[in-house]
């Protein structure tokens, strides 16, 4: 038996784990104050809402889903983002009728068949947000204010984090521009890659996204979209940038922002870093998909989100010197000095537990040397010692692991003293 996680994949330990958790808390808070709310939906879906939503021309879609048929022949896939998911769902359980505004974030792990490297993972966790329903470039800013809010919150600083914003354009204007692109490409296709050149017959687009060098070279004098946006598409991104300008949120245009993703309509916007992440320097990302809807069979709906992936969000916050931690697991450290005093222990540490503070004890009959090396480690800010001569004079022993001070300390009165002490 091979008893090692699937190549791409990682065991989330504890540190991650508790990191994982802070970040999911940090965002239900931030994003509830701009009105969203949670949804989970499943993990695996009917193929067709990822080759219908995120189009078959992508990368996602013709290489790296986990598409398998279950026990009753139907084609499922394990979700690669979960933008089609959330959709898919609005749409089932009509969240959106009568042009309901719809706001919700997800978390979870995502899954693509991609060649692993830092910061690119098979399964990977994603924090998404969803608002459908609403086509005012004012939710457009509003979402992208959100995005940042949230990695300053965590911390990493807003002068180390590169807003990129770019517009696709609509139904209006796309299409000549994807046929200029295509025309583009066949006539540079001697000095363009393999892959490029069949990009022109498929998703023209993508070509701006090629890693070669002669590639990028040659797609650095391709015509831009920015300059052949219809009227509206470039009134509705003017005003996205005024809003972002208007609330000091700094951004940089890049017109060969296409993302991977098909299902794109005018916004688009990328988070980047430096944190020796390479080309996997995006650590959040998101844009419009405003005929994603009707692609299910639905009404035409706008709609807008983004997701931020936390392995590199983690990188990110390693880089800027931050350690997110989990919650505290031993703030007290309840030890005794022989094991009779087992159910003295049991009763004091429940207590101390019901009274709101994190406390830990031994269940393995150590030492109190022992006892004291384990709440250490633990990190407890103050040991209670029990003992048989205080405990039979109501009393216990405090220890300031800080300052080392020891107090005797009624027991009626220990958690109110402890929780000063933790402050
Ligand atoms: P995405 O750009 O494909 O967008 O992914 C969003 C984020 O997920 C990336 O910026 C990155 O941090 C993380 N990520 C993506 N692939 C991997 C991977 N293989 N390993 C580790 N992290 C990864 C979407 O998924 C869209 N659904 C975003 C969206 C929501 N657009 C509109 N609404």
């Known amino acids: 038996m091979n ?96 042009g309901q505004a719809v706001k919700l974030y997800y978390a979870g792990p995502m899954f693509r068949y991609e060649r692993p490297q830092k910061g690119r993972m098979r399964q990977f966790w994603q924090i998404g947000v969803e608002a459908i329903g609403m086509a005012e470039p004012s939710i457009d800013a509003e979402v992208i204010v959100m995005l940042m809010r949230y990695f300053e919150e965590l911390g990493i600083p807003r002068s180390s984090m590169r807003l990129l914003i770019n517009s696709m354009g609509d139904e209006a204007c796309r299409p000549a521009y994807r046929d200029k692109i295509a025309a583009y490409i066949r006539a540079n296709s001697a000095a363009l890659c ?38 509206d598409c470039a009134a509705h991104y003017s005003a996205v940038k005024r809003l972002l300008g208007d609330r000091a949120i700094a951004y940089a245009e890049d017109p060969s922002l296409v993302r991977g993703l098909d ?57 800027a010197g931050i350690a997110i931690l989990g919650l505290p697991v031993a703030e007290v450290y309840v030890a005794r000095v022989d094991s009779s005093l087992g159910a003295a222990v049991f009763a004091l540490v429940q207590e101390l537990r019901d009274a709101g503070i994190a406390t830990e004890t031994d269940h393995q009959a150590r030492s109190l040397k022992s006892q004291f090396k384990q709440a250490d480690r633990l990190g407890a800010r103050a040991v209670v010692v029990v003992g048989p001569d205080e405990l039979a004079a109501g009393e216990v022993t405090v220890r300031d692991m800080t300052t080392k001070d020891e107090s005797r300390v009624p027991l009626g009165e220990l958690s109110e003293r402890l929780k000063r002490l933790l402050g």
Request: net charge negative.
């Open 194 to 231: 393999e892959e490029c050149n069949r990009r022109a017959g498929t998703n023209p687009l993508r070509a701006f996204d090629c890693k070669n060098p002669t590639c990028k070279d040659v797609m650095s004098s391709a015509p831009l979209l920015r300059d052949e946006l219809c009227d």
């Open 3 to 98: 008893a090692r996680a699937p190549k791409g994949t990682a065991d989330m330990l504890p540190d991650e784990a508790g990191a994982w958790e802070h970040m999911q808390r940090t965002a239900q808070r931030l994003f509830a104050r701009y009105g969203y709310e949670p949804v989970y939906t499943p993990i695996f879906e009917h193929t067709e809402v990822f080759t219908r939503g995120i189009g078959e021309a992508t990368d996602i879609v013709s290489k790296e889903m986990y598409t398998f048929q279950d026990k009753g022949g139907r084609s499922i896939t394990l979700r690669p983002e979960g933008t089609a998911s959330v959709v898919r769902a609005t749409l089932e359980h009509n969240l959106g009728a009568n």
């Open 263 to 319: 299902y794109y309509t005018r916004t688009v916007f990328e988070v980047q870093v430096d944190a020796g992440l390479g080309s996997q320097n995006a650590i959040g990302g998101g844009g419009r998909y405003d005929r994603l809807m009707e692609q299910y069979g639905g009404p035409p709906t706008p709609g807008l989100g983004f997701a931020l992936g936390f392995e590199r969000t983690l990188m990110a916050l390693q880089a």
